[in-house]
T-cell receptor, first 113, second 115 residues
Framework: SQTIHQWPATLVQPVGSPLSLECTVE??????LYWYRQAAGRGLQLLFY??????ISSEVPQNLSASRPQDRQFILSSKKLLLSDSGFYLC????????????FGDGTRLSIL | GENVEQHPSTLSVQEGDSAVIKCTYS??????FPWYKQELGKRPQLIID?????GEKKDQRIAVTLNKTAKHFSLHITETQPEDSAVYFC??????????????FGTGTLLAVQP
């Protein structure tokens, strides 16, 4: 069966520091991959998605970036964090083709001080 | 642009009563509609989904109905239990469809089931 791993679970970072969050998927090949951010008590904001290695689409302009160096690895990065980057970051995967649900990882709770 | 509206934002029911959450979508090309349940501090989990060629789908106490003409779909939970308390999100497939499986999410409904 397919599983998705996301780490770290929690992270506290100072303003201006860099960020790297990692997500990996097991048990499937060539998945679609997604990064979401969820502010406290709010909905899911799609940040990036990828349909293949090296293919990244950005949904919202911001100081974050994403990369997909391997088929089942998705990384969210920032060179300099802002206070507004605080939130709950969720990675998700889906199969290819239509009518495919997205399956979420356990998330990373990021606090910026 | 693509949009999914979800109502109500909060819903409180007594244990054993039914709960209904409604969503409307803007893109007539949307053809896939999943529902997610998110408990506090946890990840969203898929609870039921429906395709556009089906009007209704049921799984035990949970059912989803779809009206393509009116572009709205609803989640029905019967015989609610305290463990049903969570935030529920509806979603609709985006215009890019099967190539990306992008989903447009509603803003969520906080369901509280009072024992």
């Amino acid at each position: 069966s397919q599983t998705i791993h996301q780490w770290p679970a929690t992270l506290v970072q100072p303003v201006g520091s860099p960020l790297s969050l990692e997500c990996t998927v097991e048990g499937t090949s060539n998945p679609n991959l997604y990064w979401y951010r969820q502010a406290a008590g709010r909905g899911l904001q799609l940040l990036f998605y990828s349909v293949g290695i090296g293919q990244i689409s950005s949904e919202v302009p911001q100081n974050l970036s994403a990369s997909r160096p391997q088929d089942r690895q998705f990384i969210l990065s920032s060179k300099k964090l802002l206070l507004s980057d605080s939130g709950f970051y969720l990675c998700a995967w889906s199969g290819t083709g239509g009518y495919q649900p997205q399956h979420f990882g356990d998330g990373t709770r990021l606090s910026i001080l | 642009g693509e949009n999914v509206e979800q109502h109500p934002s909060t819903l409180s029911v007594q244990e054993g009563d039914s709960a209904v959450i409604k969503c409307t979508y803007s893109d007539s090309a949307s053809n896939y509609f999943p529902w997610y349940k998110q408990e506090l501090g946890k990840r969203p989990q898929l609870i039921i989904d429906i395709r556009s060629n089906v009007g209704e789908k049921k799984d035990q106490r949970i059912a989803v109905t779809l009206n393509k003409t009116a572009k709205h779909f609803s989640l029905h939970i019967t015989e609610t239990q305290p463990e049903d308390s969570a935030v529920y999100f509806c979603a609709a497939s985006g215009r890019s469809g099967g190539a990306t499986n992008k989903l447009i999410f509603g803003t969520g409904t906080l369901l509280a089931v009072q024992p």
